[in-house]
Each structure stands twice: as structure tokens, then as C-alpha cells.
């Protein structure tokens, strides 16, 4: 391999993979950019993925993770090798789910979308198998989480009315607070999950896996702000698919999952904001590309609709459903503002 086209990390990893595997690396990428933790492996006849993330214990936690959940599911990669602080991994494919479905037409993403909270709910189901609810960490648990959770409602202020500011935090804090009783993946954005050439659908990145209710690894995937499917079709497939043994009754769980989607949408429009202040807005193109945050009108706005829609199911968060409709308002402002002038232009 040329090495101008490789920095210290890979040199690490391909290092590390010749040794553990005892064959040479033919080439590496990063799918991500050069700035992510993962690595794809050419060796001769197949390809892996090797894992450097910035502090190990996150690794070790993933491989235990991967390794636990393996004899109850096939939705997940296979831990090949852990070599100190980098994790080896099956390489479960190259078609992300958040390009992928973005090329199928509109029947076929419904029923990738299925697929993909099935696939959610087996991963959950196969957590509660191997034990794992005993075991890992819980995951937003302290006041100071649950509070920065909810108070996130205040920068609705920047894009609206402010309706936001008179919600009865204290008793949405103690709604948001949960017992710890399910296994989540957590960050089941549609960029952590790719197809294969066998054409199963495999989700990856279970550094930040824990146990809380349940229903966040679904409202990580309904506030993804690139994920394209309409909020009433998501909860129609979510209503569908939902297994009983998961510990909740449905009825229990969709309240659950409106409230907590509510506020994770703003944080998400929260973080779009703020990166499209210091980056500028981004093409969506790249931001598929590269499953960057989705700083683009279009997908600030798109999560403008998806918070809206889940805020109108609980009379506690009704306020904050009127504030994201206004804030929605400004970002299409944005995206008419930007095609008119990008036809002035065209036409100089």
C-alpha cells in the first residue's frame, strides 16, 4: 500500500489486523471520513472492519456487547478479534441504510423501514435473552440528564412564540425519568445500520449501549433527521411490530416513546442549528455520504414535523407542538430563500 494515503491511526490498525489475523492488508478506507473510528479491511478474499475509538473502554464495552448478543440474533456483526484498544469486526456491508432507503421508491421504503424496526426489536429481544439488562450500565438515569433532557424545550425561543417556556418541566422530568429495564443499542440513527450482500439489514456502533425504558432506540431513528419516512407511517409500522415481551403494553410504550421522541427531536434540531452556525449549511448529498449531522433546512425541518407530530399526542407537550410548527416555518422560509437564489443566479 502507498503510504501517503494512510495516517498514524491506520498504520495502527494495519499493524495491529497482520498480526492478530496473520494475513496482509491488500487496502484500508475509512467510509466515514479519516476522522471516524472505523476502518474498512481488505484482506485477501474478504473484507472487516477495525474499531479505534477515542477511549477504549467504549471498545471493550462494544465487543462484550457484540459478543453476548451473537448466539440470539443476526442482526448485529460478528466480534472477530480484540487486540488491546482496537476491535475487529464482520464487515456487515457498504449500503448504509440512510442512502439506501433514500433509493428505493416509496412502497419499497415502507418495507425497509419495517425492517428496520423489527431489526431494532430483535436486537432488544436478544439483549433481554443474553442477560445484558443485568449487566451494562443505565443510561440517563440522574436528575442533571433528565433535566437537560427536558429543559432542551427552551431554545425553542429562538424559532418561535416561545409556548415552550410555560410547559410544566417538573412533572415532564418525573414522566422522562424511567426504571432502567430494557437493553438499548441507543443511537439507531439510520446511518448505524447497512445492508449486506446477502441483503440483511445489520445495525453497528454499540459502544453506547445500556438499559433504560426501551423506546429510545426508536425515537434515535424517528428523530433522524434524514431518515425520510412520514411520522404516521413510522408509528403505524412501530404499532405493528411490537413484541409484548419487550415489557410494556403497547398502549404504555407508544405514550412513552411520543414523550421522549418529543425532546429528542429538539435536541437533534438543537444540534443542527448550532453546527449550521459555525459550518454553514451542508449539502445533503454529503451529509448521506458521510452520516454527518443533518445540517440542512430541508432536514431541520423534517424534524420540525416529526416533533410536531409526536408532541400533539400528550396534552403536556401540546405547547411545544405549536413552537415546532412556527420553527418549521423557518426553515422552509430558508429553503424557498435558497432556490430563489440559486435561479437568480442561473439566470446571470
Known amino acids: 500500500m502507498a503510504k501517503k494515503t494512510r495516517n498514524k491511526r491506520m498504520d495502527r490498525v494495519v499493524e495491529s489486523a497482520e498480526r492478530v489475523f496473520r494475513e496482509k492488508v491488500k487496502s484500508i478506507s475509512a467510509p466515514g471520513g479519516e476522522n471516524r473510528s472505523s476502518y474498512r479491511l ?48 464482520s ?9 439506501e432507503i433514500i433509493a428505493r421508491d416509496p412502497e419499497d421504503r415502507l418495507s425497509l423501514a419495517a425492517e428496520a424496526v423489527a431489526s431494532i426489536f430483535r436486537i432488544q429481544i436478544a439483549g433481554q435473552k443474553a442477560g445484558l439488562r443485568d449487566i451494562l ?97 413510522m408509528l403505524a ?21 411520543a414523550l421522549y421522541t418529543t425532546f429528542h427531536c429538539i435536541q437533534r434540531l438543537q444540534l443542527v442549528t448550532r453546527e449550521s452556525e459555525k459550518r454553514g449549511w451542508q449539502s445533503m448529498r454529503r451529509i448521506r455520504k458521510y452520516d454527518d449531522a443533518g445540517v440542512h ?24 407542538a405549536r413552537d415546532v410548527e412556527e420553527a418549521e416555518q423557518v426553515f422552509v422560509t430558508l429553503l424557498r430563500d435558497g432556490m430563489k437564489q440559486k435561479m437568480m443566479e442561473s439566470a446571470c
Open 91 to 99: 464487515d456487515v456491508g457498504s449500503r448504509r441504510l440512510n442512502r
Open 137 to 233: 450500565p443505565h443510561l440517563g438515569q440522574n436528575d442533571e440528564w433528565i433535566e437537560n433532557f427536558v429543559h432542551s424545550a427552551d431554545f425553542l425561543t429562538e424559532l418561535s412564540s416561545g409556548r415552550a417556556a410555560d410547559i410544566d418541566k417538573d412533572l415532564l422530568c418525573a414522566r422522562v425519568a424511567t426504571p432502567a429495564t430494557q437493553f438499548l443499542k441507543w443511537d439507531c440513527r439510520s446511518g448505524n445500520a447497512a445492508l449486506g450482500d446477502d441483503d440483511r439489514m445489520r445495525w453497528f456502533d454499540f459502544e453506547y449501549s445500556g438499559i433504560r425504558h426501551g423506546a429510545e432506540d426508536l425515537a434515535w431513528l424517528l428523530g433522524d433527521e434524514v431518515w425520510p419516512i412520514d411520522p404516521d407511517d
Open 297 to 320: 433546512p430541508h432536514f431541520a425541518a423534517h424534524l420540525c414535523r416529526v416533533g410536531a407530530f409526536f408532541a400533539h399526542r400528550n396534552t403536556l407537550t401540546a405547547p411545544i
Open 42 to 89: 481488505h484482506l485477501p478474499g474478504r473484507s472487516i472492519v477495525a474499531t479505534l475509538r477515542p477511549t477504549f473502554q467504549r471498545t471493550h464495552l462494544e465487543a462484550f456487547t457484540l459478543r453476548k448478543l451473537a448466539p440470539f440474533c443476526d442482526d448485529i456483526p460478528e466480534c472477530l478479534a480484540v487486540d488491546d484498544v482496537i476491535m475487529f469486526q
Open 237 to 257: 409500522i412501530i404499532t405493528d411490530a411490537y413484541d409484548p415481551a419487550l415489557g410494556h403494553s403497547l398502549d404504555d410504550y407508544l405514550d412513552y416513546l
